[in-house]
């Protein structure tokens, strides 16, 4: 199964930004799906996350800014990133969890993984 990401870019503070990422099987559907990233020089952290039946939790620094959503008729996830700051700015990867259930904040714990995604926000 590949997990592939689109919609990074380079945008000014304030701006947003919407990201995608669609499995390539439909053996995904009922798996919990993630957003993570990773800065340079920093661990990759847990963004966002979503269950099969949209169930979302979020990361504290991007509460009220981003919506993580799904739609499993396409396999895919999308990431609403809105009121963009620099510290924003890193690889967004997308990742999914087989065994089921709500989406674990850590990344040790997903077995799929996109290849990322850049995005950065300049002030």
């Known amino acids: 199964v590949q997990l592939v990401e689109s919609g990074g870019g380079v945008v000014p503070a304030g701006d947003s930004l919407t990201l995608s990422c669609t499995a390539s099987?439909?053996?995904?559907?009922?798996?919990?799906m993630a957003w993570f990233r990773q800065a340079p020089g920093k661990e990759r952290e847990f963004v966002a996350g979503?269950?099969?039946?949209?169930?979302?939790f979020y990361a504290d620094s991007v509460k009220g800014r981003f919506t993580i959503s799904r739609d499993n008729a396409k396999s895919a996830v999308y990431l609403q990133m809105n009121s963009l700051t620099p510290e924003d700015t890193a690889v967004y990867y997308c990742?999914?969890?087989?065994?089921?259930?709500?989406?674990?904040?850590?990344?040790?714990?997903?077995?799929?993984w996109g290849q990322g995604t850049q995005v950065t926000v300049s002030s």
């Open positions: 990742a999914a969890d087989s065994r089921g259930g709500l989406p674990p904040a850590v990344s040790d714990q997903y077995d799929y």
């Open positions: 099987e439909r053996t995904l559907t009922w798996a919990p």
């Open positions: 979503i269950s099969w039946t949209g169930g979302d």
